[in-house]
């Protein structure tokens, strides 16, 4: 089974980018799909980008799209979100979360992913 640790959280004030990275061990990589999460303090969690296992097809939650990006290398067996114009309501802590799927292009939904990482803060200053 695959591991996932997150980094890269940190602060940003409004306006400005992020980027935060998982890296994966355990299992091979590509025979993941892979989703970005995140959960504000009484809030639930909620989907926030998605990437199949070859990396060719992404979603993303409405509120992100055109300021998020999800990305992954799969020969360095890691997934990142690059976040732009980061808002208010963007802070949260973010999680990585994978899920083996049969198709290369397949992208999960949200209630799929099995395996989870612990998470890295990503906080917004106004």
């Known amino acids: 089974q695959v591991q996932l640790v997150e980094s890269g959280g940190g602060l940003v004030q409004a306006g400005g980018s992020l980027r935060v990275s998982c890296a994966a061990t355990g299992d091979t990589f590509n025979r993941y799909a892979m989703g970005w999460f995140r959960q504000a303090p009484g809030k639930e969690r909620e989907s926030v980008a998605a990437?199949?296992?070859?990396?060719?097809?992404?979603d993303y939650a409405d509120s992100v799209k055109g300021r998020f990006t999800i990305s992954r290398v799969n020969a360095k067996n890691t997934v990142s979100l690059q976040m732009n114009s980061l808002k208010p309501e963007d802070p949260a802590v973010y999680f990585c979360a994978a899920v083996a799927a049969a198709g290369r292009s397949y992208l999960p939904a949200p209630n799929e992913y099995g395996y989870w990482g612990q998470g890295t803060q990503v906080t917004v200053s106004s």
């Open positions: 990437i199949s296992r070859n990396g060719g097809t992404t």
